[in-house]
């Protein structure tokens, strides 16, 4: 039989923030044992206290930040506690190994893009390039640059190729992003955000039911193929994991490219800032706490293939 366990840590440098509500988190963790498969939500030192698994299939989902553990130095005590959860006959979700390439937006274009995943070029010394998008290495919700000119280019930095995400409504040109949820290689949600500058964030994305419908009329719904093939091309590199898909819809090529993907259980904010059109919103089931936790739990028995209990 299977069993499934988030697990929490209180080091500093490790305490996961941004990945997603205590109440989501503990909606899945309900609806997986509902649906057969034993889970709960403990700290490390709980599972340590709980001694050896007799259950072949007992996963152990870690519960931390990414960015924190890459800018904290933190991956050789994470990967130490990972040593004393394997010695106890867990498997674990998002080790440390996925971490250090989903923390560093360098490593993770390497990786992803050696796995077949379209992601925009990366720029170093003495390329030739239009434009260079340069973002932070391991940081989000920073400032990132437009770059023309080779002798501004900061190598420090995560610097690629820019894609234009530029599309039009109503008259007015929006940098358009896609988020796509996703567990593995099965996509739960994807959805749009868009501003006035290249920094689309959740924060800066207008509250209008017209553009967010438009939006994804154009750029979501025809290319649900290629949103699943990019979760694909996690999966295969990264292995099964809960991940939010930051993706680029190229207005001139029309090709969708990976821009980045994080650790994350659910965008609550998202949910929270759009609460006002929620009705009119193209994805109503984000707004649905029950639906999203049966969604989750569903395409984790999926993935990983668990034994549920009769």
């Not at 993907?261 to 109503?284: C, D, L, W």
Request: glycine share 8%; charged share 25%; with cysteine.
């Amino acid at each position: 039989m299977a069993r499934f366990q988030i697990v929490d840590f209180d080091e500093p440098g490790v305490v996961a923030t941004g990945k997603g509500s205590r109440n989501i988190i503990s909606r899945l963790a309900r609806t997986l044992t509902k649906l057969g498969v034993p889970s709960e939500i403990l700290h490390f030192s709980e599972l340590m206290e709980q001694g050896p698994t007799e259950d072949p299939q007992s996963y152990v989902l870690l519960h931390y930040n990414e960015l924190f553990v890459v800018q904290n130095n933190k991956v050789g005590w994470l990967r130490a506690r990972e040593r004393e959860m394997q010695a106890l006959g867990h498997k674990l979700l998002h080790s440390v190994e996925q971490g250090q390439i989903v923390g560093n937006k360098v490593r993770q274009n390497q990786v992803l893009t050696a796995a077949g995943v379209p992601m925009p070029t990366l720029v170093r010394v003495g390329d030739r390039f239009d434009t260079v998008f340069s973002n932070a290495v391991s940081d989000a919700h920073v400032p990132v640059q437009l770059i023309k000119r080779a002798d501004e280019i900061d190598t420090s930095r995560y610097n690629t190729e820019y894609v234009d995400c530029r599309h039009e409504y109503d008259g007015k040109l929006w940098h358009v992003c896609i988020r796509a949820q996703a567990i593995g290689g099965q996509v739960l949600f994807s959805w749009v955000r868009a501003s006035d500058e290249p920094n689309v964030r959740t924060r800066n994305t207008p509250v209008d039911a017209g553009l967010i419908r438009h939006f994804h009329e154009r750029l979501v719904r025809p290319n649900l193929a290629q949103i699943q093939e990019i979760a694909l091309g996690v999966k295969k590199a990264l292995g099964v994991g809960l991940f939010a898909h930051d993706i680029l819809p190229c207005a001139q090529s029309g090709r969708l490219l990976l821009c980045e993907t994080n650790f994350k259980f659910y965008e609550g904010f998202y949910r929270f800032h759009m609460s006002p059109i929620r009705a009119q919103h193209p994805v109503p089931a984000l707004f649905d706490g029950r639906k999203v936790g049966r969604r989750m739990a569903r395409a984790l028995i999926a993935e990983l293939e668990l034994k549920r209990k009769e």
